[in-house]
């Protein structure tokens, strides 16, 4: 099932409640339903400029196939990984070759499928932070890279300089990394020291210029305020804009010794709050089209206690999928078929997504 924006004809009175929800043409919603018609609302009507959301069952179209890192594929990275960032002396040109041989690895898995989905949740039973966000940073670059339209080296140069991003970490002392509290503003200068640090461990490595820029930039932000530069917009090389986002999503889901990672669908909508702000707009466009947050088949559990499948995704809000509720709060199965779409109940969301029954 998809869904697209359609022009409304319906006539509209002034006063009385809409019966749907009503959107421009950008896909923004402008009256709730329920909520009183107005004057602007009647007007927009006149114009054509207003629309309302429509479902497509699918018909010819193919499901989209997915692919599922296995923790055997995950664990073999992790482990190389690893080597690279407790021994910098590592750093050598066969040591480079064997880089991109991983990095291939990662980007032919991705290939297999016309989308990707990663069970963050599954990931995070591995005892140390830097190396598993750095993998899942460089898959989730990779992901974006893709939509963008990468491939050959330069989709290779932007995913090996994601695995590197965060490499300067290695020389920050344990006690701010791990600190279970806000850092002092000495203990910030430090930690933000660490895209510099990196750049120079990396400098005589043989890696190009463009992953050097990542590890340098990533924490720069499109509206200036990021470091250690400054620099914004177009200034900023465009794989560190990718990577940034790429890191920010990741960082938001992962649990951290000072707080619970958040779900997945709220880390998406801070990031899609941050498009042309802190991210570049047309990369968060790009995220939001490759990351699949609850494929479906996928079996959700909602805020309220309800158990559903996942049988629809909204392709413009990913992370407000159509849903049918199997199990109500109490733990009762629902013989009658019963749908809530979170794009309409704003009450509701995802809170825990289990994969397992998704092929």
């Known amino acids: 099932m998809r869904t697209h924006l359609e022009p ?14 009503l959107f421009d043409n950008q896909g923004i ?4 339903k329920g909520k009183p018609i107005t004057q602007n609302i009647r007007e927009l009507l006149q114009r054509r400029q207003l629309y ?9 179209h193919a499901p989209q196939k997915t692919h599922k890192f296995s923790n055997s594929e995950y664990q073999d990275i992790i482990g190389y990984i690893r080597e ?4 910098t002396c590592l750093f050598s040109v066969g040591r480079l070759k064997e880089t991109y041989a991983m990095v291939d690895r990662i980007i032919n898995e991705l290939e297999r499928a016309s989308q990707v989905y990663i069970d963050l949740n599954e990931f995070r039973i591995f005892d140390n932070y830097t190396y598993i966000h750095s993998i899942n940073v460089a898959i989730i670059a990779a992901l974006i890279g893709s939509q963008m339209g990468y491939n050959g080296q330069i989709l290779r140069d932007l995913t090996v300089g994601a695995i590197f991003h965060d490499i300067g970490k290695s020389t920050i002392p344990l006690k701010i990394l791990n600190k279970p509290a806000a850092l002092t503003e000495g203990e910030f200068e430090i930690m933000k020291s660490h ?12 890696l190009p210029s463009e992953a050097l820029s ?5 924490h720069e932000r499109w509206n200036g305020k990021g470091y250690p530069d400054g620099l914004r917009q177009r200034a900023i090389n465009i794989n560190a804009q990718i990577v940034a986002v790429a890191d920010v999503f990741d960082a938001l889901v992962a649990d951290r010794p000072y707080r619970k990672g958040l779900p997945p669908y709220h880390a998406l909508e801070i990031i899609i709050a941050g498009s042309g702000k802190e ?20 079996v959700v559990t909602l805020n309220t206690g309800e158990i559903g499948t ?31 779409d979170l794009l309409e109940d704003l009450t509701r969301f995802v809170q825990s997504v289990d994969f397992s029954y998704v092929s």
């Open 279 to 298: 991210f570049n707009e047309d990369i968060v466009k790009s995220f939001r089209q490759c990351l699949i947050l609850y494929p479906q088949r996928s």
């Open 8 to 21: 409304l004809s319906t006539n509209l009175v002034i006063g009385e409640p809409s019966a749907i929800d």
């Open 195 to 206: 895209p510099v640090i990196g750049e120079e461990m990396l400098k005589f490595s043989g």
């Open 52 to 60: 309302t959301l429509k479902y497509d069952l699918e018909k010819s």
């Open 84 to 87: 690279i960032f407790e021994d």
């Open 29 to 32: 919603l402008l009256l709730s």
């Open 310 to 340: 996942v049988i629809a995704i909204h392709q413009n809000y990913p992370s407000r999928p159509l849903i049918r509720i199997l199990f109500d709060k109490y733990g009762n199965y629902l013989c009658d078929e019963q749908f809530c």
């Open 214 to 218: 990542i590890v340098r930039h990533h």
